[in-house]
């Protein structure tokens, strides 16, 4: 379950920005809430759902490519990578010989792990790993600070524990963009909670950023038996194996719920751009409302996206934290959720459209059709 995305100098976001995706104590679906605690200290409640709205060019997509990126570094182990979007589209146009900063904090196998990463187009400014507050190394360019503390000793494969101080001194041998999670803290310290943490946001972490995306290639499910039982119940009885044309909403559907099923299964989470471009609210709705179902949401999944349709703002299908409104402002991109504006009431919606949740303006369009 991630807990929060940290971002700096990352596209709108000039300051330090962060996505919180905690549940707050309030009433609607309070059974949903995903609850994980390691002592008193260490409480966290989570949300299953995270919807974002706002106007074009607010930071909405920003808000989800920086998971993205973040992924592809994880991954990769470098910092210089060719990203889905070039470097110099990254970084804040303001601040452009400034680094990017990315952070996340993630719960996994009963730990707490922050991680983040300061870098530019070359190299790796800093890095710092923490699990369940214990500072595992903290990168400061070409100086590496191993922690060995018994608290933090703990996470480590006990056999690699006398090489910490020897991987200090070799460190200044590792390439600038290397990230030193997957280099040399792998293999040569913790290469059991690295791999986790590497096979976490691999294999957990499904992420969506374009809308168009399942409609170039073929079609491809996983989940066969699973997204076709889901068709018949919405009453779209369509073939998924490719042999007749089939409707952009329909492949759009099949595609989300192909990976939506993944998720599940995986208890992972579901990132998507756009998720309902060309999709009936009324077949989607029903499928979105199973991850308030802790019976079905046994593993734990999250779904988070952005969409312009109002629809979703409703009592009966939402909690007011999981709506985060993003605006851009003079001085980047800010979010707050429907929480920090409405008591819960009937209708979100109304309010929304009217201007009120300081996201979209009121247009006057008779202005334009005057003669």
């Known amino acids: 379950m991630i807990l929060e995305v940290r971002y700096e100098n990352f596209r709108s976001m000039t300051k330090p920005t962060v996505f919180d995706l905690s549940a707050e104590s309030i009433c609607e679906f309070r059974d949903s809430v995903m ?7 260490d409480e966290y409640r989570i949300v299953p759902l995270k ?19 973040l992924k592809d570094i994880i991954s990769a182990g470098r910092v210089d990578i060719p990203f889905t979007v070039p ?17 996340v904090s993630f719960i996994h196998e009963d730990r707490v792990i922050a991680y983040d990463v300061c870098f530019n187009e070359e190299s ?3 890095e710092k790993l923490s699990v369940n507050r214990s500072v595992m190394f903290d990168r400061k360019g070409s100086k590496l600070n191993m922690a060995k ?13 006398p090489s910490i101080e020897i991987n200090e001194k070799q460190f200044k041998r590792y390439k600038g963009s290397d990230i030193f999670l997957t280099r040399g803290f792998k293999s040569l310290i913790a290469p059991t909670l690295a791999g986790m943490i590497q096979d976490y946001f691999e ?14 290639h073929p079609l491809s499910v996983k ?3 699973e997204v076709a039982a889901f068709l018949k119940k919405v009453n779209l009885n369509e073939p998924i194996d490719g042999s ?18 993944s998720a599940i299964k995986e208890g992972g989470v579901l990132v998507m751009d756009d998720l309902d471009i060309a999709m009936d609210p009324n077949r989607l709705i029903p499928l979105l409302s199973q991850l308030h179902d802790p019976k079905i949401n046994k593993n734990e999944t999250q779904l988070i996206f952005s969409t312009f349709n109002p629809v979703y703002l409703n009592k009966y299908f939402i909690r007011r934290d999981e709506i985060t409104f993003v605006t851009k402002t003079k001085t980047g991109t800010s979010m707050k959720t429907l929480i920090e504006f409405a008591n819960r009431e009937n209708n979100y919606m109304r309010k929304y459209l009217k201007g009120e949740y300081d996201t979209i303006a009121p247009i006057n369009y008779k202005a334009l059709f005057k003669r």
């Open 35 to 41: 609850k994980w605690n390691r002592n008193k200290t």
């Open 51 to 69: 919807l974002l709205y706002g106007q074009n060019s607010s930071g909405k997509s920003n808000l989800l490519l920086g998971l993205q990126i």
């Open 87 to 103: 470097y110099d589209e990254l970084v804040n146009v303001n601040c452009k010989d400034q680094p990017i900063s990315l952070g």
């Open 124 to 126: 790796v400014i800093s």
């Open 149 to 161: 503390t018994n608290k933090a000793v703990e996470y480590l494969d006990e056999q690699r524990i």
């Open 203 to 216: 294999k957990r972490v499904f992420i969506a950023m374009e809308a168009g995306n399942a409609l170039n």
């Open 223 to 225: 989940n066969e038996k």
């Open 244 to 261: 007749v044309p089939l409707a952009t909403g329909t492949l759009r559907l099949i595609h989300f719920a192909d990976k939506l099923y």
